[in-house]
């Protein structure tokens, strides 16, 4: 009977179309790679480190095409052999009341995939990540964030949870109300996190360099930005990578810089690094990407509006008795393919943005150089690939290719 159901043929379409998409994206930017270090970055990157870089993405890809592969089969096996049907016989032998009962299913579902993915982020992190030497984090480091991690989604996840399981068992019109419930929840988290949350997980510091710092506020001043705070954080506890961000909102903004940002650039770098931030903030680029996840978050919540209620998509998976808690587990499954689409546009946004901040930079710092500098150091350092493929581009760059970006900051 599973064979007649459409739910059951739109979720196998679904995950293995995704994952053969993903295969041709990373077997087209394998075929991509530049054998010689491209002109533009010639005398900036060196060919070993070119070579270094290749090698990076060739690991990088293989890792993906494996552990992608090995996960899409492990679903599939829990799927065909009826996991889904075991994991609903032993919450109900508990007895609970619905909301409960949907909880600890949920609670269950989310801990068995995190513990699917668990080895894949051990070995990304201690042994690629280790191997070309960007991963500082410890063991210790690893295992308390995702402990943390799980208590801040139990903290956080649960109630909400609690009250969609809530909308969708008593009103008809549970997905508008949902709706709102969402968008209102994630801008009151979006406003703490920085304050709560971000502060779990890394050591924010005053920024001590005082010639640098008066340097900064010149800057603010100069691009009537007010800053309010300027911090460093540790992030060279986990990774040699750098970056830096802003955080608040209003007049209370912080000035977040990774200490490896500080180690590895001049001034002038750091100061076209926090320029590009600020063109992101003058620019409006939060507000309007926060208006695409709530229009995506509207389209995903009418979508289920129309599937949860369906006692056949419950059937596909092997679920006899459906209920709300397995309807959301599995429109999950089903929205995937959507979701890649309105991330392909929130990409394709945010790669536009980035060359708005780049020229905003430029303007500031009245001179392309110091961003130019910076994004050569940062693609070096990084071991960028310089020649992704467009299509691996458009499915996962949320920053244009480093060549486009050289191109657009020093055309006239
Ligand atoms: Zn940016």
Redesign the pocket.
Known sequence: MMFSNPWFWTALIATVGLWKLEMLATFLNMSALSPKVPKRLEGTVTEEEHERALEYARVSARFSVLSDSIQLGLFLGFWFAGGFGWVDHWVRGLGLGEIQSGLVLLSTLFVLQGLLILPFDWYDTFRIEAAFGFNKMTLGTFIMDRVKGLFLAALIGLPLLALLLHLFTSYPLAALYAWMVVTAFSLVLSFLSPRLILPMFFKFQPLEDAELKAAIMELSRKLEFPVAEVSVVDGSKRSTKANAFFTGFGKTKRIALFDTLLQNHSRDEILAVLA??IG?CKRRHVPKQLALSVLSTGLMFALMHFAIHDPRLCAAFGITQPSVAWGFAFFGILFQPVSTLIGLLGSWMSRK??FE?DAFAREAMASPKPLVDALTRLTRDHLGNPTPHPFYVTLHYS?PPILQRLEALEAT
């Open positions: 590009h931030e992101h943005f980035e901040a920053h």
